[in-house]
């Protein structure tokens, strides 16, 4: 008798770890599904374009910016990761120079250029603009700092600020770009500072494009956190 109880008592055991295999086999197997499904939607989210600048999802204060290469306005490559190294960077990205709010907003910047520069920073500006067009802009607005071409839109989705360009831009956008903004795309004008890690350490982003950081509190501000970079 108690050898077969001792059986039973075995074969009993073997049952429940034969179901709790089963179950956790069962719970592997739903937590690999929603992973998947979490991949997924974080694929489709990724490659999802906002449909509007208020959708924007940007980098945040904190964040590292991306790896990125950029043509200045002589067509040349430049790595955005090796500029930022040599020195804290004042970072804007605007629309183009056939935008009247950026071209304000450019010779605003220009006014405190040498500021800045004096203070510790150096100023990069990207735009959508193909580099003959960053060359018209140069010279229309008499700017010494360095403008950058982000003509298929492709660094400022990495930074979560670009957009789809209202259809009263589809037939301008091919054509500032030199044929390269395919997804007719916009960024939303920002401003971030960054030290020579690329962290960004102040941003200002604005989706009604009337509305810049006006270059005297641009300037307070770098003032403010030269320090801290």
Same mark, same amino acid.
């Given at each position: 008798?108690?050898?077969?109880?001792?059986?039973?008592?075995?074969?009993?055991?073997?049952?429940?770890?034969?179901?709790?295999?089963?179950?956790?086999?069962?719970?592997?197997?739903?937590?690999?599904?929603?992973?998947?499904?979490?991949?997924?939607?974080?694929?489709?989210?990724?490659?999802?374009?906002?449909?509007?600048?208020?959708?924007?999802?940007?980098?945040?204060?904190?964040?590292?910016?991306?790896?990125?290469?950029?043509?200045?306005?002589?067509?040349?490559?430049?790595?955005?990761?090796?500029?930022?190294?040599?020195?804290?960077?004042?970072?804007?990205?605007?629309?183009?120079?056939?935008?009247?709010?950026?071209?304000?907003?450019?010779?605003?910047?220009?006014?405190?250029?040498?500021?800045?520069?004096?203070?510790?920073?150096?100023?990069?500006? @990207? /735009?959508?603009? +193909?580099?003959? $067009?960053?060359?018209?802009? =140069?010279? !229309?607005?008499?700017?010494?700092?360095?403008?950058? %071409?982000?003509?298929? @839109? /492709?660094?400022? +989705?990495?930074? $979560?600020?670009?957009?789809? =360009?209202? !259809?009263?831009?589809?037939?301008?956008?091919?054509? %500032?770009?030199?044929?390269?903004?395919?997804?007719?795309?916009?960024?939303?004008?920002?401003?971030?500072?960054?030290?020579?890690?690329?962290?960004?350490?102040?941003?200002?982003?604005?989706?009604?494009?009337?509305?810049?950081?006006?270059?005297?509190?641009?300037?307070?501000?770098?003032?403010?956190?030269?320090?801290?970079?």
């Amino acid at each position: 008798m108690i050898k077969i109880a001792q059986k039973i008592i075995a074969l009993i055991g073997c049952m429940c770890l034969l179901m709790l295999g089963r179950a956790v086999n069962a719970q592997e197997k739903k937590m690999a599904m929603q992973d998947g499904m979490k991949m997924e939607h974080m694929e489709m989210t990724a490659s999802t374009i906002p449909q509007k600048a208020e959708d924007i999802s940007p980098l945040l204060t904190g964040e590292k910016i991306p790896m990125a290469m950029l043509a200045n306005q002589n067509g040349k490559m430049l790595d955005l990761n090796k500029l930022v190294a040599e020195k804290p960077t004042i970072l804007i990205f605007y629309r183009g120079g056939w935008c009247p709010y950026c071209s304000k907003q450019l010779a605003g910047l220009e006014e405190i250029a040498a500021d800045l520069n004096k203070i510790g920073y150096q100023l990069l500006a @990207v /735009s959508t603009d +193909k580099p003959d $067009g960053l060359m018209e802009s =140069a010279q !229309k607005e008499n700017l010494k700092y360095t403008l950058l %071409s982000d003509a298929d @839109v /492709s660094v400022a +989705k990495k930074f $979560g600020i670009a957009f789809k =360009a209202p !259809k009263g831009y589809w037939d301008l956008l091919p054509k %500032s770009s030199g044929g390269k903004n395919t997804e007719l795309l916009l960024p939303v004008p920002s401003v971030f500072i960054l030290d020579r890690k690329g962290k960004i350490n102040f941003e200002y982003i604005n989706p009604d494009i009337t509305q810049r950081l006006k270059p005297q509190l641009l300037k307070v501000v770098a003032e403010t956190i030269i320090n801290d970079l």
